[in-house]
């Protein structure tokens, strides 16, 4: 009998996750799949299950596919990405970034992977993963004309224009988005999910649903007595929560 191989899928879209699942149990019979929603629920998935190997959609809302994929990497699993688009992001991927699956998903293209994923399964772990993931992650980053270099918004009845270098987080609270400064705040409509298409995130992380923080800014992330995570700013007095689904950004901090 073979052997049998666990993996996590992550996909936020019903119909494309049901097509993969399909797909995969035609491709890889050996296969047995713990299909995920969205991304704290696959990071939950990999933390308990460890699997060998991870599929998963490199965008979805809050937790997005590379944050898994660090969590996966951790514990040895291989990782294949799937995308519907960003040509940008196919070139990285067949650039040797990482195994990707371009949506709609076609059975050669997936008979190509999974021979691709067993053969590395028997062969030793390769060291550079998170170094390929880096790569990616910076090929991935918003450039030129689409990082977000200043933003309007509301101050009482007027519009103030923040510098994004004026930015210490970004917080959701209710219809609006709190954009936080060193001596100030502001609010905008744009959703988090939507911000954070435009920021650098290299230099912008996000720690919670609903937060994202300029990572200059932080100066301490600790566990409180509830064993949660929270960090500390430099240029303010706030406390702001890490969800466990973020609490990985921090090992070795």
């Not at 519907?84 to 076609?106: H, N, T």
């Not at 502001?186 to 939507?194: G, I, M, N, Q, Y």
């Amino acid at each position: 009998m073979s052997e049998r191989i666990l993996a996590v899928l992550a996909e936020d879209e019903a119909p494309q996750r049901q097509a993969l699942l399909d797909a995969l149990a035609q491709a890889w019979p050996e296969l047995d799949v713990a299909a995920c929603e969205d991304g704290d629920e696959a990071l939950e998935a990999v933390r308990a299950l460890r699997p060998q190997v991870a599929f998963l959609d490199i965008r979805m809302p809050a937790v997005g596919g590379l944050d898994v994929a660090r969590e996966a990497i951790a514990g040895g699993a291989l990782v294949v990405f799937t995308t519907a688009y960003d040509e940008y992001a196919v070139r990285a991927f067949e650039a040797g970034a990482a195994d990707y699956l371009l949506k709609p998903v076609s059975r050669e293209r997936l008979d190509q992977a999974v021979a691709r994923v067993r053969e590395r399964l028997r062969q030793a772990r390769p060291d550079d993963w998170r170094a390929r993931l880096d790569a990616l992650e910076a090929q991935l980053r918003p450039q030129g004309d689409r990082l977000i270099r200043w933003i309007g918004a509301s101050v009482g009845d007027s519009v103030r224009m923040i510098g994004i270098d004026e930015v210490v987080y970004f917080q959701a609270q209710e219809k609006y988005v709190r954009v936080v400064t060193g001596d100030g705040e502001a609010l905008v409509r744009t959703p988090v999910k939507e911000l954070l298409a435009g920021l650098d995130p290299g230099l912008f992380w996000q720690v919670h649903r609903g937060l994202v923080v300029r990572v200059a800014a932080i100066d301490r992330v600790r566990r409180n007595e509830l064993g949660r995570h929270e960090l500390s700013l430099k240029a303010r007095a706030e406390i702001l929560p890490v969800s466990a689904a973020f609490a990985s950004r921090f090992r070795g901090m």
